[in-house]
């Protein structure tokens, strides 16, 4: 990354050359056509594709091509190749060359105008990148009475184009440049679209220059907060306070705009209205201290300006809640979420009731588990006794079932005998209001046998802890020193992971059972054994770096334990040996599966590299990249050779893999770890991999946007 930012420090140095009377002037023909410029911008391809680039194996000729842009005789369309899916839809991806020259013009644009974007705007961007756009609001929004999400839906059309030019052309002063971005954005080869864009999910429908392009035409709406940001706050017509402070309020705006602290400047008076924004990539936030009325109105003149002046889609599914609903918002693919603020005593009392609730329920479950065994040898033994009544010499006088097998119509098998006496007895007890069959054993069956005491006494003990939990909790905090139950309570803003979407998508991909149970993974089965447990860890690797600062991190560590127990079903199925074996072969290995000191070890050198590892602006598309999913297809022969398909790669390919679309997620979607949204056209494509690039990509060190899919013709898999 230290590389690949001098890279980029090379390339902006000739930007900021062309800079005159307030303009970027030529652009196209002084910096992104040289020579150097082009072999600086595959350099950064070749980095983000992990791949050597001190090597002097250049693809591309970097002489012919300058030319060629300075001419204009760059053909577009022939550096580009379209991929369909059976539903018709068409992805344009571009090549190695249209792939260098987008990542000049994106690097051009960033220099240009990233010292103008707002404090607000996150998203690819150094320094503001998904981590931070989460503390801003956990730490930075100050008591929010209102709070909701803009949820955008307009592709990229000509009308918007023409916008993001004239915008763009209050900075440059260039046509050629902006002639080549039109081009790009007619061969489709820009894949810009609001509202289903993965932001930074690293999948290869987002294209290097969707980023920066959408950072500067939401820009836009950054200006619009800030001015509402004032009318709302400083000049505060809204307010119920009088005119003789809005000198004051003005001058405390201005403060707070540059200073970028709100708590620094307690003395604002009670009941004053505060608006918030935090904005990643096209995912918007947007939190309201004050009424309702003020805040519908605000939220009114939001969508106003993104529908009529931007010209942008807003889907009103989403609608404003209170901050004090329990259920929290969506946002960034976690929840956000208000909640109580206690004290560490308070904490260690809500503790000791969590463990005795904790412990209660074992006791149910281990009761529940107990007469439900029984009631199953119940069903047995009066099955048994049914087929023992047609032996003559086993059949008894006394049992009931004995003499009622006498009555059997004739022809009728022992089984379904059975079954309709079963069925006569669920009726009139009336079993379809029963939550499930062992429902049925346990509160029908045994606990009507059982002695009077045992039942009596579970549920007291049931009934006291209910009693402890009600009412003790209640009486021990209010025993505590400093306690003043008449004290305002404070709340704070809490980011929760999405647990559940989590097990959804494991279940999804055939690492859970329906009921929640570990199995083995039929797609990775046939892979080498340290590719299986690369993917395996590559899942957990992602939760721990997304979600350490979450709320419920400890859940996590669950889940991946059934990921660890999933991975060696999977290897002792592919060895057909036990999995306690299995477990001891791979213990090292397993291991770092659900631990963090790989992790940890990385953030440390993050940091000891002023955090360039976690630079969003250089790291786009990889960081936060979804695992995806992939299936040996063939080993590669002699007769039938295949190199790396990762860009800038050289290195041969021992096998082919098939990529499998397991889902497309519309905004906004959960963050799981696995690629939310992968086109469909992608599905069941073939594509070579080196052992090494395989391993990034399971790792998460490379995504998709790397690997070229129209190396091969599809026919010649």
Same mark, same amino acid.
């Given at each position: 990354m230290e590389l690949k930012r001098s890279l980029q420090i090379q390339i902006k140095k000739r930007v900021k050359a062309q800079y005159v009377n307030g303009k970027f002037l030529d652009l196209m023909e002084k910096v992104v056509a040289c020579p150097k410029t082009l072999q600086n911008a595959y350099d950064c391809v070749r980095i983000n594709s992990n791949v050597d680039v001190t090597s002097n194996d250049h693809l591309i000729s970097f002489e012919p091509m300058a030319e060629e842009l300075r001419n204009g005789n760059f053909d577009i369309n022939a550096n580009t190749f379209s991929i369909s899916s059976s539903r018709k839809e068409v992805l344009i991806l571009p090549?190695?060359?249209? %792939?260098?020259?987008?990542?000049?013009?994106?690097?051009?644009?960033?220099?240009?105008?990233?010292?103008?974007?707002?404090?607000?705007?996150?998203?690819?961007?150094?320094?503001?990148?998904?981590?931070?756009?989460?503390?801003?609001?956990?730490?930075?929004?100050?008591?929010?009475?209102?709070?909701?999400?803009?949820?955008?839906?307009?592709?990229?059309?000509?009308?918007?184009?023409?916008?993001?030019?004239?915008?763009?052309?209050?900075?440059?002063?260039?046509?050629?440049?902006?002639?080549?971005?039109?081009?790009?954005?007619?061969?489709?080869?820009?894949?810009?679209?609001?509202?289903? /864009?993965?932001?930074?999910?690293?999948?290869?429908?987002?294209?290097?220059?969707?980023?920066?392009?959408?950072?500067?035409?939401?820009?836009?709406?950054?200006?619009?907060?800030?001015?509402?940001?004032?009318?709302?706050?400083?000049?505060?017509?809204?307010?119920?306070?009088?005119?003789?402070?809005?000198?004051?309020?003005?001058?405390?705006?201005?403060?707070?705009?540059?200073?970028?602290?709100?708590?620094?400047?307690?003395?604002?008076? %009670?009941?004053?209205?505060?608006?918030?924004?935090?904005?990643?990539?096209?995912?918007?936030?947007?939190?309201?201290?004050?009424?309702?009325?003020?805040?519908?109105?605000?939220?009114?003149?939001?969508?106003?300006?993104?529908?009529?002046?931007?010209?942008?889609?807003?889907?009103?599914?989403?609608?404003?809640?209170?901050?004090?609903?329990?259920?929290?918002?969506? /946002?960034?693919?976690?929840?956000?979420?208000?909640?109580?603020?206690?004290?560490?005593?308070?904490?260690?009392?809500?503790?000791?009731?969590?463990?005795?609730?904790?412990?209660?329920?074992?006791?149910?479950?281990?009761?529940?588990?107990?007469?439900?065994?029984?009631?199953?040898?119940?069903?047995?033994?009066?099955?048994?006794?049914?087929?023992?009544?047609?032996?003559?010499?086993?059949?008894e006088q006394s049992p009931s079932l004995n003499q009622i097998s006498s009555f059997r119509k004739a022809g009728m098998e022992t089984d379904h005998w059975y079954k309709a006496l079963l069925k006569n007895w669920m009726q009139n007890i009336n079993a379809r209001a029963a939550e499930s069959e062992e429902t049925i054993l346990s509160k029908h069956v045994v606990e009507p046998s059982l002695p009077?005491?045992?039942?009596?006494?579970?549920?007291?003990?049931?009934?006291?802890?209910?009693?402890?939990?009600?009412?003790?909790?209640?009486?021990?905090?209010?025993?505590?020193?400093?306690?003043?139950?008449?004290?305002?309570?404070?709340?704070?803003?809490?980011?929760?992971?999405?647990?559940?979407?989590?097990?959804?998508?494991?279940?999804?991909?055939?690492?859970?059972?329906?009921?929640?149970?570990?199995?083995?993974?039929?797609?990775?089965?046939?892979?080498?054994?340290?590719?299986?447990?690369?993917?395996?860890?590559?899942?957990?690797?992602?939760?721990?770096?997304?979600?350490?600062?979450?709320?419920?991190?400890?859940?996590?560590?669950l889940i991946c334990d059934q990921v660890r127990q999933s991975c060696i079903r999977t290897l002792a199925a592919k060895h057909r040996i036990h999995e306690s074996i299995i477990e001891k072969k791979f213990e090292s290995e397993l291991s770092k599966i659900y631990s963090t000191p790989d992790i940890e070890q990385e953030q440390k050198e993050s940091s000891d590299t002023n955090g360039l590892d976690n630079d969003e602006a250089l790291m786009y598309g990889i960081s936060y990249s979804g695992l995806c999913l992939l299936s040996l297809a063939r080993m590669v022969s002699q007769s039938r050779p295949c190199n790396c398909f990762v860009m800038g790669c050289l290195s041969p390919a021992p096998s082919v893999y098939t990529l499998h679309v397991m889902e497309r997620q519309k905004f906004p979607g959960w963050k799981t770890g696995f690629s939310s949204s992968i086109h469909p056209s992608l599905n069941r494509r073939r594509f070579g991999l080196c052992e090494k690039h395989l391993k990034d990509l399971y790792l998460g060190h490379i995504s998709l946007q790397s690997v070229d899919f129209g190396a091969w013709n599809v026919k010649n898999y």
């Amino acid at each position: 990354m230290e590389l690949k930012r001098s890279l980029q420090i090379q390339i902006k140095k000739r930007v900021k050359a062309q800079y005159v009377n307030g303009k970027f002037l030529d652009l196209m023909e002084k910096v992104v056509a040289c020579p150097k410029t082009l072999q600086n911008a595959y350099d950064c391809v070749r980095i983000n594709s992990n791949v050597d680039v001190t090597s002097n194996d250049h693809l591309i000729s970097f002489e012919p091509m300058a030319e060629e842009l300075r001419n204009g005789n760059f053909d577009i369309n022939a550096n580009t190749f379209s991929i369909s899916s059976s539903r018709k839809e068409v992805l344009i991806l571009p090549n190695l060359k249209l %792939k260098v020259l987008q990542e000049a013009i994106r690097i051009v644009l960033e220099c240009v105008f990233r010292p103008h974007f707002s404090k607000i705007s996150h998203g690819c961007r150094s320094g503001r990148g998904h981590s931070t756009a989460l503390k801003y609001i956990k730490k930075e929004i100050k008591n929010p009475d209102w709070w909701f999400t803009v949820n955008l839906s307009k592709k990229m059309d000509e009308l918007m184009m023409a916008k993001l030019i004239t915008v763009m052309e209050d900075k440059i002063e260039d046509p050629n440049l902006f002639a080549v971005i039109r081009t790009i954005f007619d061969a489709g080869a820009l894949n810009l679209e609001f509202g289903d /864009f993965p932001k930074g999910h690293g999948l290869p429908q987002e294209g290097v220059l969707s980023p920066i392009l959408m950072n500067i035409y939401l820009n836009l709406f950054d200006q619009e907060f800030f001015r509402l940001s004032m009318k709302y706050e400083a000049i505060n017509e809204y307010s119920n306070a009088g005119q003789a402070g809005s000198k004051s309020k003005l001058r405390s705006w201005f403060r707070r705009q540059l200073k970028g602290n709100d708590s620094e400047y307690p003395g604002d008076e %009670k009941g004053d209205i505060r608006v918030y924004c935090c904005r990643c990539m096209d995912e918007i936030f947007l939190a309201i201290s004050g009424s309702k009325d003020v805040a519908l109105r605000f939220r009114s003149e939001i969508l106003d300006f993104l529908q009529n002046s931007l010209h942008l889609n807003v889907h009103h599914q989403e609608e404003m809640v209170s901050c004090r609903a329990t259920h929290g918002i969506r /946002f960034l693919g976690c929840l956000v979420r208000r909640s109580e603020q206690e004290s560490p005593a308070v904490k260690a009392v809500h503790k000791m009731k969590e463990k005795v609730e904790l412990f209660a329920l074992q006791k149910q479950e281990a009761w529940n588990a107990w007469t439900v065994w029984l009631g199953k040898k119940w069903l047995a033994h009066g099955l048994k006794k049914v087929k023992e009544s047609e032996i003559k010499h086993l059949a008894e006088q006394s049992p009931s079932l004995n003499q009622i097998s006498s009555f059997r119509k004739a022809g009728m098998e022992t089984d379904h005998w059975y079954k309709a006496l079963l069925k006569n007895w669920m009726q009139n007890i009336n079993a379809r209001a029963a939550e499930s069959e062992e429902t049925i054993l346990s509160k029908h069956v045994v606990e009507p046998s059982l002695p009077q005491e045992l039942r009596d006494s579970f549920y007291e003990f049931q009934r006291c802890v209910e009693e402890y939990v009600s009412s003790e909790t209640a009486s021990t905090i209010a025993l505590l020193p400093n306690y003043d139950p008449s004290a305002k309570v404070t709340f704070v803003t809490e980011i929760i992971a999405p647990v559940n979407s989590i097990g959804k998508r494991l279940r999804r991909y055939r690492l859970l059972t329906n009921k929640g149970y570990p199995c083995p993974s039929p797609f990775l089965i046939v892979q080498d054994d340290t590719q299986i447990i690369d993917w395996f860890f590559g899942v957990a690797r992602r939760w721990f770096r997304w979600y350490t600062n979450c709320s419920n991190f400890s859940e996590l560590v669950l889940i991946c334990d059934q990921v660890r127990q999933s991975c060696i079903r999977t290897l002792a199925a592919k060895h057909r040996i036990h999995e306690s074996i299995i477990e001891k072969k791979f213990e090292s290995e397993l291991s770092k599966i659900y631990s963090t000191p790989d992790i940890e070890q990385e953030q440390k050198e993050s940091s000891d590299t002023n955090g360039l590892d976690n630079d969003e602006a250089l790291m786009y598309g990889i960081s936060y990249s979804g695992l995806c999913l992939l299936s040996l297809a063939r080993m590669v022969s002699q007769s039938r050779p295949c190199n790396c398909f990762v860009m800038g790669c050289l290195s041969p390919a021992p096998s082919v893999y098939t990529l499998h679309v397991m889902e497309r997620q519309k905004f906004p979607g959960w963050k799981t770890g696995f690629s939310s949204s992968i086109h469909p056209s992608l599905n069941r494509r073939r594509f070579g991999l080196c052992e090494k690039h395989l391993k990034d990509l399971y790792l998460g060190h490379i995504s998709l946007q790397s690997v070229d899919f129209g190396a091969w013709n599809v026919k010649n898999y």
